[in-house]
């Protein structure tokens, strides 16, 4: 081989390269994550392409669930502060123990809430949005990361 033809080889072969790169940066392997705070119906919404109408039910379905889960948050925070309270005292460890269990058991039950939520909604797909649904499944714990807990107040 003379010095032309492997010239011509590593051309072609940075050619080749440069096109796979290109194809491959405008192809996207999984839909852009939202900016954080944005509001989980209108996302689920967003992407498993809804109508109006499944629009108008996931909302009421995500006040349903919200109004749970409040219900439940207000007993974990009344379960907590027993439980700081009993812990932090000298008293018997049946009684903190107690309290750690309704912790769990609360917890527990907002977690149902969760998965019966998305039960719901995975009703409202129709065809294809079967499909978006089963691909958004990894990405429904994010959901609910800090939703609408403001952050902690400074401590003085």
């Not at 109408?53 to 909302?59: G, M």
């Not at 998305?118 to 009703?123: A, N, Q």
């Amino acid at each position: 081989m003379n010095k032309i033809t492997i010239l011509y080889i590593l051309v072609i072969g940075l050619i080749i390269a440069n096109v796979l790169f290109f194809i491959r940066l405008s192809t996207p392997c999984l839909p852009p994550r939202p900016p954080h705070g944005s509001d989980p119906k209108h996302i689920i919404a967003e992407e498993l392409h809804f109508d109006s109408k499944q629009a108008e039910q996931l909302a009421d379905l995500a006040k349903q669930h919200h109004a749970r889960i409040e219900v439940l948050e207000d007993s974990l925070i009344a379960a907590k502060e027993a439980y700081y309270v009993a812990s932090l005292k000298p008293s018997n460890e049946t009684t903190t123990n107690a309290l750690l269990s309704q912790i769990m058991a609360i917890h527990r039950a907002m977690e149902l809430v969760n998965v019966n939520h998305f039960i719901e909604i995975k009703s409202l797909c129709k065809g294809e949005q079967l499909h978006d649904f089963e691909r958004m499944l990894p990405r429904f714990a994010n959901f609910f990361r800090n939703a609408g807990h403001p952050p902690p107040p400074p401590h003085d």
